[in-house]
């Protein structure tokens, strides 16, 4: 296995080319680094140099130690770059959904992986700052990341899963520290969990409230107030924004029909999924799939 990194540009997008789980590495960046988007979760970490990240956020001035998580799907890019060196982690969402599943359940890693880039209008991107000591020891983690890059993989998957757990779980600590939608005191109720996944797993299904409430034995109310505190959003806004997701993947990894798509995560009409759709993304699901699209793949 060579040191080259496992990501492929296909216009705008970037995916894994050879089944690789996790990766980090550092990218320097000049001027400007045009808007992409990804097919994986991916953290970015200043390292040093400035620039500005340009997303659905808005447009942030970076400094050294800052970190910003993405959601598969989510749009970005920066500007105005001057030596503006990123340590980049990129991991799959096989491993996110097979291997670090358990984290879930985690108070500080839930919110970093799950629920904290869906909170409130984050749309999938989750920012923090790292002081010194963490930025340190996350730089740590990074490296052994990145050197395992040359060492076979079937040997070394757990390598991976463990050294990609550690630096999680320092940026997680900081961000339970720092942000103030994140509960750290208690982990996320089971009964969210549950919905979580009964949601995930049957998206086309017309799900309402009132049955995901029935489904778990509890009062619609109560169900409403669990998932607001673990999450910042009622079960349904949930759901909407891991349709979207859904619907952005299959956007870019298929070419099935853009009705045939709204249908298949759960939203029959046309007009209220391309209205759900810009509201995340802040563009069309056409003009999406057009500027993203992997359809030109060589």
Known sequence: MTDDPPVENTRTLLH????????????????????????????????????VHHSLAGRRQLRVGDAMLLRPGVWHGYEDCDHLDLYNCCFSTELLRRELSWTRQDPQLGHLLWTGPYAGQ?????????????????LEHLDGLQKLRTQPAPDHRGDV??????????????????????????????????????????????????????ELHLAPGYLVRLFKAATGLPP???????????????????????????????????????????????????????????????
Not at 247 to 265: F, K, M, Y
């Open 236 to 298: 349904m806004a949930y759901l909407s924004r891991f349709r979207v997701e859904l619907a952005a993947a299959r956007l870019l990894h298929t070419d099935q029909p853009i009705n045939r798509i709204g249908e298949s995560v759960g939203w029959p009409d046309q007009n209220y999924f391309a209205r759900r759709f810009k509201s995340h993304y802040g563009l069309t699901a056409s003009t999406y799939r057009t500027r993203f699209t992997q359809a030109h793949k060589s």
């Open 16 to 51: 894994f080319i050879d089944g690789s789980l996790a990766y980090a590495g550092h990218y320097l960046h000049e001027g400007l680094h045009p808007v992409h988007t990804h097919s994986f979760v991916e953290i970015a970490v200043v390292m040093s140099g400035s620039g």
């Open 122 to 138: 984050r749309r999938g991107i989750l920012t923090t700052h790292l002081p010194g000591d963490a930025l340190t020891a996350c």
């Open 161 to 214: 899963v463990g050294r990609l757990t550690l630096f999680l779980s320092i940026l997680a600590r900081v961000v339970a520290a720092t942000d103030a939608r994140s509960d750290a005191a208690a982990g996320t109720h089971a009964a969210v969990l549950d919905a979580m996944h009964m949601m995930e797993d049957r998206p086309a299904h017309q799900w309402t409230l009132t049955e995901l409430a029935a």
